[in-house]
């Protein structure tokens, strides 16, 4: 059992930046942020494969947020610039204990973060 540490959210301008973490207990695979806001279904914002090599994006949020890992870590990073107020919503850290490659869907990752707060103010 893997056990994912959010942390870095809080309250920001728009325009301003967050770097989200993702502490992870112990080896993992493909590695995902979603967001959820309120009222809203959990949606994909990035993954990144096992070696770090090969990143994806939601088109809402490529051009603006990076996703990186430290292996040696076992740490996920996710950078966010330019930050909008429709990007406010919890964020969560998710890893893959087989796939080498990440997915958009929720249902493909087998453990969650407990999730971290971000809020944009306009």
């Known amino acids: 059992q893997v056990q994912l540490v959010e942390s870095g959210g809080g309250l920001v301008q728009a325009g301003g930046s967050l770097r989200l973490s993702c502490a992870a207990s112990?080896?993992?695979?493909?590695m995902g942020w979603f967001r959820q806001a309120p009222g809203k279904q959990r949606e994909f914002v990035a993954g990144i494969s096992a070696s770090g090599g090969a990143r994806y994006y939601a088109d809402l949020v490529k051009g603006r947020f990076t996703i990186s890992r430290d292996n040696a870590k076992d740490t996920v990073y996710l950078q966010m610039n330019s930050l909008k107020p429709e990007d406010t919503a919890v964020y969560y850290c998710?890893?893959?204990?087989?796939?080498?490659?990440?997915?958009?869907?929720?249902?493909?990752?087998?453990?969650w973060g407990q999730g971290t707060q971000v809020t944009v103010s306009s």
């Open positions: 112990g080896r993992t695979y493909a």
């Open positions: 998710a890893a893959d204990a087989f796939q080498r490659v990440p997915g958009p869907s929720a249902a493909e990752y087998d453990y």
